[in-house]
């Protein structure tokens, strides 16, 4: 599998229609532990690409090497070469490294000039070992999740450098280029009537829109439809996102979806508050059920019951609940297909084609509702 071509699946050729859809979800820097917020995100995205499949060629792309170059990274691997000397990282929980973190983004901010090596290093695959560790646990969370792995642990590198990406917007007129003069560089969409966005530091260091420009601008014209789902507080950088790909033939969709309140408030995980919410804690918590009914019960929660918007705080009894309600449904299941996949997939879209996470899901509840087909349980959810 090249840096370019994630995995993609879809119909069989004879009965494959045309539609082919990239989903881009926005990534987790791997430095703390995955929030509930973080698993709604994941899990969405996980049943919408799952349910997609079987109605389109689709693609998921979803590469930490991509987004390494940013400030929030590199810098947080400069702080802990500098305090914490030839660390054994593979002896430290997620949650550990999640400290340091906290720590991190308490402390002043490092320099230009100590970010640069690092900066060098990732554009050439180097990874941090705190990194690979937080890397190597959440592989082990997404197997007991059932979520697809798009590459966790791979090196994936954008299409583009970024000079070269720079050079594409400006082909698109939407490039500011001030470093001739010492100057930063702004994604230029005002023609739009969208405002300037500052892509590169003077300095040279890119931000996360910068990286995702790197990415997607080469990918784009190769598909009918793009997904961009986000923490809806990015929405103003993924508006920008949406122009520039559009520019570029697919038609782009954006779907956000809200953090997960805590005792409600929205916490940012540069803070701390996740012992025991995280992934891991959730999953030790649930270990008395039945994996299927875990992986069941997990999406019906973060997706159905939360729903897209961020309303609702965390309640472990209500994932408790869905944990049995998932027992049930799959006890209740009906074997074999009474109909086929697509046609029972097909009715959770509106205008584009992937399926709605939160439309699919949320038709699993409902006392007077049919059973649900075991096949759809397994392909969609398990």
Not at 81 to 97: A, F, H, K, N, V
Not at 225 to 242: K, N, S, T
Not at 246 to 264: E, F, K, N, Y
């Amino acid at each position: 599998m090249t840096a370019l071509t994630a995995e993609r699946t879809g119909p069989s050729p004879a009965t494959a229609p045309a539609h082919r859809v990239l989903l881009a979800p926005v990534t987790v820097t791997p430095s703390k532990p995955l929030t509930p917020s973080h698993l709604k995100g994941l899990l969405w995205t996980d049943v919408m690409y799952r349910a997609t499949r079987p109605l389109a060629h689709v693609t998921y792309r979803y590469s930490h090497t991509t987004y390494h170059p940013t400030e929030q990274t590199l810098g947080f691997w400069e702080f802990l070469d500098r305090t914490r000397g030839d660390t054994d990282y593979d002896d430290l929980s997620e949650e550990d490294i999640g400290d340091l973190y906290v720590a991190f983004r308490a402390a002043p901010r490092p320099s230009p000039r100590a970010l640069r090596p690092y900066a060098e290093a990732a554009e050439h695959g180097w990874v941090h070992p705190a990194a690979t560790r937080v890397l190597t646990l959440w592989s082990g969370h997404y197997a007991r999740l059932g979520l697809h792995d798009p590459g966790l642990l791979r090196h994936q590198p954008p299409g583009l450098g970024l000079d070269a990406a720079l050079d594409r917007l400006a082909d698109l007129g939407m490039c500011l280029d001030q470093r001739a003069v010492g100057g930063p560089v702004h994604l230029d969409p005002t023609r739009h009537g969208l405002p300037l966005r500052r892509l590169v530091t003077p300095d040279g260091r890119p931000n996360y829109l910068a990286c995702a420009l790197r990415e997607l601008l080469p990918l784009a014209a190769d598909f009918d439809e793009i997904v961009l789902l986000y923490d809806g507080e990015l929405d103003p950088d993924y508006q920008l996102l949406e122009r520039v790909l559009t520019a570029l033939g697919p038609r782009v969709r954006r779907v956000p979806v809200g953090r997960v309140p805590i005792d409600g408030h929205i916490r940012s995980a540069r803070h701390g508050g996740w012992q025991g919410l995280h992934a891991g804690a959730l999953l030790d918590a649930a270990a008395g059920h039945d994996p299927a009914a875990v992986r069941l019960g997990m999406r019906l929660y973060f997706i159905a019951v939360l729903g897209p918007g961020r309303q609702q705080s965390f309640r472990a009894d209500l994932l408790a609940q869905c944990l049995r309600r998932a027992e049930r449904l799959l006890e209740t299941a009906e074997h074999g297909r009474p109909r086929p996949l697509a046609e029972l997939l097909a009715p959770h879209r509106k205008d584009h084609t992937y399926v709605d996470p939160y439309r699919l899901t949320a038709g699993l509840f409902g006392k007077r509702r049919a059973a649900p087909a075991l096949d759809l349980l397994a392909t969609v959810f398990l």
